[in-house]
């Protein structure tokens, strides 16, 4: 596998596009390392060192994986590609629900055009409302909570003022470091980023485990590699709906009568379902910390959200999250996969399911074949993200010590990773060379 990587890197355009996609990586970490103005470093360094030793180390650590942990540090991209996410998945949702989105996504390169303009306009609405957030909780000392420093040395409006901006601006370079990625460099840009924050943390979070319990840290990485291979497996599966071509004679040449078929993957949905959930499974959370006045006092429901919502290892944070990324897997493969489309496409270019009639009785066989792999799919990533940090914080005294060594943190590695050599190799195979997995 990694031989081949030998001639794309031969090739001067393949080498081009690798070579700046690992340029605007290492942009993208520098400025996840980046102080901000206003913001008191060690006292920001004291902070984390509480909070994460703490047993509310868990939902801290989940929000500052997509961020690669710059977000607790406040950094210039303390934001990250949140906000794109965000945007990206709700202008998805309101293609289903706008008739005039869903109408831009019918008009193709134009459409689409549109509706990547429609998404960066709201990905700055949402940077600008969690810049102003993260400022917010960090002059009221409740970003970190137990710290009894002002992570803040410019508490001033205006210092603020400028925080957030720089936040915010920090965010649309981030979105414009992804967008390069994906056109000009290697594809997948968003996920890329995401994946340079969790493997940035991983060395750092594994010396840390290894000090604390060298037995504790070899189980980890027996449990890592057996999560790995399960998700790769899964990942690869797919389920493959045979699909005939009837044969059509178009002036003196024949085409058509060939067959093929339609690949519908076990995990359909990705990894989409865990960001949404784990971002739902936040806001209780966050709304506490916003609405309480006093840092050393909570009311009955505050207090019930801080025991039951904040610790990975409570079984009612563990069953909400589950239960979560099993709705929300059947939710988003509902609104992204039309099986009445697929069954309009085929028939249009004369394709059909031997056994099924063209229409609808073929739109009604892929939603039942689509519904009946859609369990185990969502089963599938409740267990891998759920499973693992509940091992983990059960074996260190209730705090999961590694997110990096999470469920969420290698369901995405092992995802992006996938993608990206598969993207490779069919840009070395279309160039006539080797592929990567033989």
């Given at each position: 596998?990694?031989?081949?990587f030998?001639p794309?890197?031969?090739?001067?355009?393949?080498?081009?596009?690798?070579?700046?996609?690992?340029?605007?990586?290492?942009?993208?970490?520098?400025?996840?390392?980046?102080?901000?103005?206003?913001?008191?470093?060690?006292?920001?360094?004291?902070?984390?060192?509480?909070?994460?030793?703490?047993?509310?180390?868990g939902?801290?650590?989940?929000?500052?994986?997509?961020?690669g942990?710059?977000?607790?540090?406040?950094?210039?991209?303390?934001?990250?590609?949140?906000?794109?996410?965000?945007?990206?998945i709700?202008?998805?949702?309101?293609?289903?629900?706008?008739?005039?989105?869903?109408?831009?996504?019918?008009?193709?390169?134009?459409g689409?055009?549109?509706?990547?303009?429609?998404?960066?306009?709201?990905?700055?609405?949402?940077?600008?409302?969690?810049?102003?957030?993260?400022?917010?909780?960090?002059?009221?000392?409740?970003?970190?909570?137990?710290?009894?420093?002002?992570?803040?040395?410019?508490?001033?409006?205006?210092?603020?003022?400028?925080?957030?901006?720089?936040?915010?601006?920090?965010?649309?370079?981030?979105?414009?470091?992804?967008?390069?990625?994906?056109?000009?460099?290697?594809?997948?840009?968003?996920?890329?980023?995401?994946?340079?924050?969790?493997?940035?943390?991983?060395?750092?979070?594994?010396?840390?485990?290894?000090?604390?319990?060298?037995l504790?840290?070899?189980?980890?990485?027996?449990?890592?590699?057996?999560?790995?291979?399960?998700?790769?497996?899964?990942e690869?599966?797919?389920?493959?709906?045979?699909?005939?071509?009837?044969?059509?004679?178009?002036?003196?040449?024949?085409?058509?009568?060939?067959?093929?078929?339609?690949?519908?993957?076990?995990?359909?949905?990705?990894?989409?379902?865990?960001?949404?959930?784990?971002?739902?499974?936040?806001?209780?959370?966050?709304?506490?910390?916003?609405?309480?006045?006093?840092?050393?006092?909570?009311?009955?429901?505050?207090?019930?959200?801080?025991?039951?919502?904040?610790?990975?290892?409570?079984?009612?944070?563990?069953t909400?999250?589950?239960?979560?990324?099993?709705?929300?897997?059947?939710?988003?493969?509902?609104?992204?996969?039309?099986?009445?489309?697929?069954?309009?496409?085929?028939?249009?270019?004369g394709?059909?399911?031997?056994?099924?009639?063209?229409?609808?009785?073929?739109?009604?066989?892929?939603?039942?074949?689509?519904?009946?792999?859609?369990?185990?799919?969502?089963?599938?990533?409740?267990?891998?993200?759920?499973?693992p940090?509940?091992?983990?914080?059960?074996?260190?005294?209730?705090?999961?010590?590694?997110?990096?060594?999470?469920?969420?943190?290698?369901?995405i590695?092992?995802?992006?990773?996938?993608?990206t050599?598969?993207?490779?190799?069919?840009?070395?195979?279309?160039?006539?060379?080797e592929?990567?997995?033989r």
């Amino acid at each position: 596998m990694l031989s081949a990587f030998v001639p794309a890197l031969r090739t001067p355009d393949l080498r081009r596009k690798i070579l700046g996609t690992l340029g605007l990586l290492v942009l993208y970490r520098l400025g996840a390392a980046l102080p901000s103005p206003g913001v008191d470093y060690p006292a920001v360094r004291t902070c984390v060192a509480i909070a994460s030793g703490g047993e509310s180390a868990g939902i801290y650590q989940l929000i500052n994986l997509f961020s690669g942990g710059a977000m607790l540090h406040l950094s210039v991209f303390a934001i990250g590609i949140t906000p794109y996410i965000t945007a990206g998945i709700i202008i998805q949702l309101l293609t289903v629900v706008i008739p005039r989105f869903e109408e831009l996504r019918k008009e193709g390169q134009t459409g689409q055009t549109k509706i990547t303009q429609y998404t960066r306009y709201l990905t700055m609405a949402l940077a600008v409302l969690q810049g102003s957030t993260l400022v917010a909780l960090a002059a009221r000392r409740q970003l970190l909570p137990g710290c009894p420093e002002s992570i803040l040395a410019d508490t001033s409006l205006f210092g603020m003022i400028v925080l957030v901006l720089v936040l915010t601006a920090g965010a649309a370079l981030v979105m414009w470091f992804g967008e390069l990625i994906t056109e000009r460099g290697i594809g997948n840009g968003m996920s890329l980023l995401i994946f340079a924050g969790i493997a940035a943390q991983a060395p750092t979070q594994g010396k840390a485990l290894l000090d604390r319990n060298a037995l504790l840290f070899a189980g980890v990485c027996v449990a890592v590699f057996a999560v790995i291979v399960g998700v790769v497996f899964v990942e690869q599966g797919q389920r493959r709906i045979p699909v005939q071509y009837a044969k059509r004679v178009v002036g003196r040449k024949m085409y058509g009568g060939s067959s093929t078929y339609l690949p519908l993957k076990v995990n359909q949905a990705g990894v989409i379902p865990v960001i949404f959930a784990s971002s739902l499974l936040y806001l209780p959370n966050l709304l506490a910390q916003l609405t309480q006045r006093d840092p050393g006092h909570q009311t009955r429901w505050q207090a019930w959200i801080h025991q039951y919502l904040v610790s990975p290892t409570s079984p009612v944070y563990v069953t909400i999250y589950f239960t979560l990324i099993v709705f929300f897997t059947y939710f988003y493969v509902a609104i992204t996969v039309n099986p009445q489309e697929r069954a309009d496409e085929m028939r249009k270019f004369g394709g059909f399911i031997p056994g099924y009639r063209p229409g609808k009785p073929t739109a009604d066989y892929l939603n039942y074949v689509l519904s009946r792999i859609t369990l185990p799919g969502a089963l599938y990533l409740g267990a891998v993200v759920v499973l693992p940090n509940l091992f983990l914080g059960a074996g260190t005294g209730g705090v999961a010590p590694g997110l990096a060594f999470g469920g969420t943190s290698v369901l995405i590695v092992v995802s992006v990773a996938l993608d990206t050599v598969k993207q490779l190799e069919s840009q070395v195979m279309n160039r006539n060379y080797e592929g990567f997995l033989r």
